[in-house]
């Protein structure tokens, strides 16, 4: 195993100034010809190494003349070179429609395209495919007019003509210096919505989404979303696009979600493509945040790289932080928040208290691409939030600033972007720079005592053990904080933020008029996990009182947490204190109708196994369904007063979503209180939806019940929506989904379905994913669960080992688990990594399952 560490970084030895790339684009073989300008990087006599992943040069030459004394050693090009600046042209021959890891130039739909984040440019042509290595690109490509009549590449269009063969040709130009990993092309039959931009300065965008001409239509709002996205990123950071044009291009078969290449961002479809008969506000919300996202990389991301992919969460950590403040202008900032970290919760955490758990900046890798991760992602956003906090809006403004001057046209680390914080805002990072090297989620217990008139509040830090690390110390933990008066509701005193960086503080409140409520963490200012000895009728008293709305909704979870951990147990007292203050919440007419639907859900059942030291799928599962009956039943009335309010024609805009969302969650609490009407009235909504999100959130609800209906509405919906695949992948999700009993067996009748293909990534991730994150589900008792994603992930590793070693982590839960479900899970995992020919992706992320 061929492991990569952090501290053997070493600058390149050849830099590239120039690549002049050739395309001979044929989906059979396509003909690579680039040339590299390459010049000696210091005073070295190390030969040349160029990247590449198997295939074999057609030619080398070396300043126009042919050689023979290079040689292929671990998939490198090694070529001696006597000066110091030498031109290498290298030829090779590549097969883009045998390409199904889609890694490299790949087909999809029938058009050309390619994906080189991190390491994919390598299986297009020898090249230092590393990010610190940054060239300016010219592109030329030749290719079959009528097939692809379309041809485009990054940078700005140059020149186009036809040949008399049939074929025809473009070149393009990317003015500003890139690593490989941005490079991009797509050869296709594409239609294009077309609008423009100005910038801060005057100048004309072109913009350009393209897709199958079928597809125009569903374009308006990603392009709509382009728009602001460029004019928030000039009003909050003063950054303006660079280049005349600016193309997007969908194709449905994707391994991430999109890709910033520069000047020509490729998406995943279902990313762009939205109207309100097949997207749901679900849908709309995400477009709008990765069209932002990786508008917003044409700064942090293109402009500024990274020097190695142990500096990923420069660039998503910051994007990820940008595209969140981005959305949260554009509607609820409260919403988006909770939205934020409920996502945070299901996805980073568990990771950071798994054996996949690594730093921020992490030390050491076997494959990269296992590194695009909720940590690097998610976690590195709060990481860079809370440095924006600690320095305050104006102060943080003037600190990226400075780290866009700076290092504007570099190859950067995150220690370079800290430094920028640390310089600007005039304030000590060193021990903050831990939450880059430390994993783990830092555990913070919290306890109000009052003794004499004086109040006490003791905090104390715990960092967990993760693998490799075994001792941690203690990190900077900013808390905002605020105390309220348990009688009159009132605050006692100012939001402090208290920066928690010892093992443990004491806080003395003196004169305070009454017995004060503790309101912690608030707007989750850090992302660590409180504890505190909180009553139910304080944790109520906070989810009706508190002037912070993520508090307000964490007092709730907290409440319904606690009360569904007792459930588990079989202790259901809690269930009144929950039920009291849902009514609340429901009645105040002072709240956000997305607020109150935010509020009123209950935690997930993965959730809710993460609290526990033994997760026990079924008594979690009756524990939740309890709590749910309970509250529908007893506050009927109330949900059926959310449910009835009149019904309006679809309008995509916060208030609108906000009363969509309230509804459906009212919906699946009648459904769940058992009503006999509950069916009846779910497939009328079915049935009467002029949108996606009225019409999948009925679906959802009958996918879970065991009324006629439910097979009905499937029906309907699938022959519906038959030739939509971003719809059909829905059908499968939802399905996959269910709570029933016989979701496993439901799933594994769906592999056959003629539909389902491993193929295409969003359909693997709709059926196999969703089903993996179906805590019953999966968990099933006798393992059929677990065999199940171990075959299908064997499966998928022959054709996309990025995409199957995702789908990898539920089986790395096993500790969580008791012994019987422990033991099944570990011989799974032991079968994938005995698995012939099995990837270095999937093995890196089942062999550190097992450990
Ligand atoms: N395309 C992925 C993203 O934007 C990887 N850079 O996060
Ligand atoms: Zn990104």
Redesign the pocket.
């Known amino acids: 195993v061929s492991v990569t560490r952090r501290e053997d970084y070493a600058p390149p030895a050849w830099l590239v100034p120039h690549t002049q790339l050739d395309f001979d684009l044929d989906p059979a073989t396509t003909r690579v010809t680039a040339t590299l300008s390459v010049t000696r990087n210091g005073a070295h006599d190390t030969p040349l190494r160029l990247d590449g992943a198997g295939q074999q040069p057609v030619s080398v030459t070396v300043d126009g003349v042919a050689v023979n004394d290079w040689r292929i050693e671990d998939d490198q090009l090694v070529i001696p070179l006597a000066g110091d600046a030498h031109e290498i042209e290298t030829v090779v021959e590549i097969a883009p429609e045998r390409n199904t890891q889609l890694m490299g130039l790949y087909a999809s739909g029938g058009n050309l395209c390619t994906q080189c984040?991190a390491e994919g440019f390598r299986r297009i042509t020898w090249f230092p495919d590393r990010p610190d290595v940054l060239s300016r690109y010219a592109v030329r490509m030749t290719a079959d007019k009528a097939r692809y009549p379309i041809l485009l590449a990054n940078g700005d269009p140059v020149a186009q003509g036809d040949l008399d063969d049939g074929r025809h040709w473009a070149e393009w130009n990317d003015p500003y210096p890139k690593p490989s990993y941005l490079f991009a092309l797509v050869a296709g039959d594409l239609a294009v919505n077309r609008d423009t931009f100005t910038t801060m300065s005057g100048r004309t965008v072109e913009l350009g989404i393209w897709v199958r001409a079928a597809d125009l239509a569903k374009t308006e709002h990603a392009l709509a979303a382009l728009k602001t996205s460029m004019a928030w990123d000039e009003r909050a950071y003063g950054r303006e696009y660079d280049l005349d044009v600016f193309n997007i291009v969908a194709v449905d078969d994707f391994n991430?979600?999109?890709?910033?290449n520069k000047g020509l961002n490729i998406f995943n479809s279902r990313y762009i493509l939205a109207d309100p008969d097949t997207a749901t506000d679900y849908d709309y919300d995400a477009i709008a945040a990765v069209v932002a996202?990786?508008y917003f990389?044409n700064w942090s991301g293109d402009r500024i790289t990274c020097r190695d992919w142990f500096q990923l969460s420069l660039k998503?950590g910051f994007t990820v932080y940008r595209d969140q403040s981005f959305s949260a202008d554009q509607g609820s900032a409260a919403v988006k928040r909770i939205e934020d970290v409920r996502g945070l919760r299901a996805a980073q955490f568990p990771e950071d208290a798994g054996p996949l758990a690594h730093p921020v900046r992490p030390d050491s890798y076997q494959e990269i691409s296992n590194f695009?991760t909720a940590t690097i992602y998610n976690k590195g956003a709060e990481l860079i939030r809370m440095m924006a906090t600690l320095l305050g809006p104006v102060t943080f403004r003037a600190a990226t600033d400075l780290y866009f001057e700076r290092f504007d046209g570099t190859a950067a680390t995150c220690e370079d972007f800290v430094a920028c914080m640390e310089e600007a805002g005039d304030v000590d990072l060193t021990q903050f720079r831990l939450w880059y090297s430390q994993a783990g989620t830092p555990r913070v217990s919290a306890s109000l005592t009052e003794r004499d008139g004086r109040t006490t509040l003791r905090l104390a830090q715990h960092v967990p053990t993760t693998p490799g690390q075994p001792d941690k110390r203690s990190m900077v933990l900013p808390l905002k904080l605020r105390l309220f008066g348990a009688e009159s509701g009132r605050a006692l005193t100012d939001e402090r933020l208290v920066l928690l960086d010892q093992p443990s503080e004491t806080l003395v409140f003196e004169g305070l008029a009454e017995r004060a409520v503790l309101s912690i963490n608030r707007g989750f200012s850090a992302p660590v996990i409180v504890e505190t000895d909180r009553t139910a009728a304080d944790l109520g008293f906070l989810a009706r009182h508190d002037d912070d709305p993520f508090a307000r909704y964490e007092a709730m979870q907290q409440l319904m947490l606690d009360s569904l951990v007792a459930g588990a147990m079989g202790d259901t007292a809690g269930h009144d204190a929950v039920i009291a203050a849902v009514s609340d919440t429901l009645a105040n007419p002072d709240l956000d109708p997305a607020f109150v639907a935010e509020a009123v859900l209950l935690p997930s059942e993965s959730f809710i196994g993460d609290q526990l030291a033994t997760v026990d799928p079924e008594a979690i599962h009756a524990s939740r369904e309890g709590l749910r009956r309970a509250l529908g039943q007893r506050l009927d009335d109330q949900w059926r007063e959310a449910y009835d309010i009149a019904p309006e024609a679809y309008v995509y805009s916060p208030q609108a979503k906000g009363r969509r969302r309230l509804r459906s969650v009212a919906l699946g609490y009648i459904a769940a209180s058992g009503a006999g009407d509950a069916a009846t009235l779910a497939f009328s909504q079915f049935t009467a939806a002029d949108n996606m999100t009225d019409r999948q959130g009925a679906l959802a609800t009958l996918a879970n019940s065991d009324a006629d209906e439910r097979e009905a509405a499937l029906d309907i919906f699938y022959n519906r929506y038959a030739d939509n695949s971003l719809v059909i992948d829905k059908w499968f999700q939802t399905q996959a989904l269910s709570s029933r009993a016989d979701t496993g067996a439901a799933v594994a009748e769906l592999v056959r379905h003629p539909d389902f293909t491993l193929a295409n990534p969003n359909r693997a991730r709709a059926l196999i994913g969703a089903f993996a994150a179906n805590q019953r589900a999966f968990n099933a008792a006798d393992g059929s669960g677990y065999r199940f994603l171990a075959d299908q992930l064997i499966a998928l590793d022959k054709l996309n080992p990025q995409t199957a070693a995702k789908l990898l982590p539920p089986l790395g839960r096993w500790r969580r688990f008791d012994p019987a479900r422990a033991a099944m899970m570990r011989a799974e995992l032991e079968r994938i990594v005995a698995a012939p020919g099995l990837s270095k992706d999937v093995f890196e992320q089942a062999s550190k399952s097992l450990a």
């Open positions: 984040e991430f979600g999109a890709m910033e996202h990786e990389h998503e695009y």
